[in-house]
């Protein structure tokens, strides 16, 4: 605990240091005893809208607060696309109660660790401009994402973007995150979010030097060829099945069409991950979903395990004389069998599966 | 005749040497008021020289003595 208030002896030489701490963590300076010194005292001064930031950082601040760190609109759009009120003050409660730890304020980005995590200061109060990889960005995106970019799923290497050296911040930039003063959507209707064409820009090019490249340029997705099997929920959200055992989740790799076509993603096909929610998800906060089925449970996914070979590369063949890497009815069917699928997430994904491609 | 008030040698010898500890003492006692540590070295003070917030957070001694005991960390509620 004494770790997450130690303030570095050169704290105060810094810019933020020469900040008398009652400007932002409001208590009382003039007195020496624990208690007194922190009535009023505001632990997070950055959270929410009346953020201290705010006060010298004001532009950045208010485009933030409209970002997706802080609005996290996805769980909204999801909730309101299968027909369920996100305004309503149910969701609102259950919201609060369970996904809004992921809310994350200026400071849990650049002095402290998420809160979901443990919170405290991370370098003795020393604002950094870029998070850190490790206290910050995967103390949130941990599981999934983090575990996939550093090799920690048993089996499968890490990115070489990682072994590159490269950190989150590599490719999601501070124009990103603090937003552009619009709330997304979601994730990937970011038009602000990195794409591998930033840096690699022939790479779907019909003039590509690479002849898989020229052939598959916008038609399929970078991932779907340059991406290892992946983490797939089937513990977040749906954490009892039939036979009341909780599922952990699953590596699995599939390959499916794009329901979320946009410009930046005009692909036929995309990696897709298992994120399952169940019908009666949200039945114990009295919240329904009319309309389960209007939005798939395989969702569009960008693992961070990019690989220069996989076994998609190695021959036109993975693809196009097998549909084994592909969501198939066939292999819903089996999901269902083996408990991790609710029946009704058959209609919810049909845009999603595939059941036959053209030879190459 | 007039007594003779010169105190003996012995006397003053020993009037010196309790004066002495009296004075090493008093010091002590002051020295250690300045220091802050009030009454009580088993409940330790900020020094007296903090004069704000930053003087008892970069205290790690201070700190540990007075840190609450860790709360269980709340479950990874990450993105999965």
Redesign the interface.
């Known amino acids: ?2 770790e997450k ?5 050169d ?2 030489n810094s810019t933020h ?1 020469r900040i ?3 400007d932002c ?1 409001q ?1 009382r ?2 007195v ?1 005893e ?1 208690e007194e ?1 922190h009535e009023g005292l505001v632990i997070a001064p950055s959270a929410g809208e009346a953020s201290a930031c705010g006060e010298c950082h004001a532009s950045t601040v208010e485009k933030y607060m409209d970002s997706l760190h802080v609005t996290q609109e996805g769980y909204f759009t999801a909730f309101a696309r299968r027909g369920g009120d996100p305004d309503g003050e149910a969701f609102h409660g259950m919201f609060e109660a369970r996904c809004a ?2 809310h994350a304020s200026c400071g849990q980005c650049h002095v402290s660790r998420p ?4 919170g405290g200061l991370t370098h003795g ?1 020393e604002f950094r401009r870029s998070p850190s990889q490790t206290n910050q960005c995967t ?7 983090g575990d996939e970019f550093r090799g920690k799923n048993t089996g499968i290497p890490p990115d070489v973007h990682y072994l590159g050296g490269m950190n989150c911040m590599d490719c999601h930039d501070g124009v990103e995150l603090h937003g552009d003063g619009t709330t997304p959507d979601h994730r990937f209707a970011n038009d602000t979010g990195p794409q591998c064409l930033d840096c690699h820009p022939t790479a779907n090019s019909t003039d590509s030097q690479v002849t898989h490249h020229a052939m598959h340029a916008d038609r399929v997705a970078c991932q779907v060829c340059h991406s290892v099997p992946y ?1 797939n ?1 089937y ?2 959200h749906v954490e009892i099945d039939r036979q009341s055992l909780r599922f952990p ?1 699953e590596i699995d790799f599939r390959i499916g069409r794009n329901t979320e076509v946009t410009a930046r993603r005009p692909f036929e096909f995309v990696l897709v991950r298992h994120i399952p929610i169940a019908p009666d998800t949200f039945d114990p906060w009295g919240l329904a979903m009319p309309d389960y089925a209007a939005v798939p449970t395989w969702r569009l996914a960008t693992p961070h395990n990019i690989q220069r070979t996989t076994p998609q590369t190695e021959s036109c063949g993975a693809c196009h004389d097998s549909l084994s890497l592909f969501l198939t009815p066939a292999y819903l069917d089996d999901l269902i069998d083996r408990g991790l699928m609710d029946a009704q997430e058959i209609e919810a994904n049909r845009p999603v599966v595939v059941e036959s491609i053209g030879g190459p | 005749m007039i007594a003779n008030s010169q105190p003996s040698a012995s006397v003053s010898l020993t009037r010196y040497v309790v004066f002495t500890k009296l004075a090493a003492a008093s010091t002590a006692v002051v020295a250690l008021w300045l220091a802050g540590c009030g009454g009580n070295p088993l409940d330790p003070q900020p020094s007296a020289t903090a004069s704000d917030c930053v003087g008892c957070h970069t205290d790690e001694a201070l700190l540990r003595k007075v840190a609450r005991s860790e709360t269980p960390p709340v479950e990874d509620a990450g993105e999965g």
């Open positions: 605990m004494w208030v130690l303030i570095a002896a704290f105060s240091g008398a701490c009652t963590h208590g300076n003039e020496l624990k010194a730890n992921c809160d979901s995590v443990g109060h103390a949130c995106h941990g599981s999934r994402v983490k929920c513990a977040c989740s």
